[in-house]
Antibody, heavy 118, light 107 residues
């Protein structure tokens, strides 16, 4: 059984960098694209980006170059970095898996709340 | 980007009754639409993919239909564990997008 678990600080100061890690256990990673999604209060989920099995990335254009995703396959982890955060970045952040060939998100973590505040 | 509009925002249903949830896309997504169930504090769970295919382990009281821009999730004979928020999600084009959600609550 594949499980995903997000971890990281629950509070980030404005203008600083939000950094989260997702650890995955179980299952094959050869076809897995690892995604980050967030949900701000009162809004629907927003897809932030993914990293592919070969390390290529794609991001939501709405984030205007403030985001990056990296992975450490040896530790079965991938990470989200969101730069120059503001209060509008306060949200629950989820990691999720997409498998190449099927393209829908088939597995999510429980999410972690990140609040941006001084 | 493709905008997904879900309706209604909230649906009040009695246990044992059926619920019909709608998702409309601002442009065609073909059959590349999924539905998720989300309960507070839990991981969202995949219910339906490819518009009408139930995910592994999902009971047959959940059914999806539609193509192009109009999609429906039907839950027949609602059970207590079905009261949750439901989201549609398109994976036809990047960036991937989601609807705002429909909350199914106990009447």
């Amino acid at each position: 059984q594949v499980l995903l678990q997000e971890s990281g600080p629950g509070l980030v100061r404005p203008s600083e960098t939000l950094s989260l890690t997702c650890t995955f256990s179980g299952g094959s990673i050869s076809r897995s694209y690892w995604n980050w999604i967030r949900q701000s209060p009162g809004k629907g989920p927003e897809w932030l980006g993914y990293i592919s099995p070969i390390g290529s990335t794609d991001y939501n254009p709405s984030l205007t170059n403030r985001v990056s995703i990296s992975q450490d396959t040896s530790r079965r982890q991938f990470s989200l970095y969101l730069y120059s955060v503001t209060a509008a970045d306060t949200a629950v952040y989820y990691c999720a898996r997409l498998q190449g060939g099927s393209w829908y998100l088939d597995l999510w973590g429980r999410g972690t709340l990140v609040t941006v505040s001084s | 980007e493709i905008v997904l509009t879900q309706s209604p925002a909230t649906l009040s249903v009695s246990p044992g009754e059926s619920a019909t949830l709608s998702c409309r896309a601002s442009q065609s997504v073909g059959g590349n639409l999924a539905w998720y169930q989300h309960k507070s504090g839990q991981a969202p769970g995949l219910l339906i993919y490819d518009a009408s295919t139930r995910a592994t382990g999902i009971p047959d009281r959940f059914s999806g239909s539609g193509s192009g821009t109009e999609f429906t999730l039907t839950i027949s004979s609602l059970q207590s564990e079905d009261f949750a928020v439901y989201y549609c999600h398109q994976y036809n084009k990047w960036p991937r997008t989601f609807g705002q959600g429909t909350k199914v609550e106990i009447k």
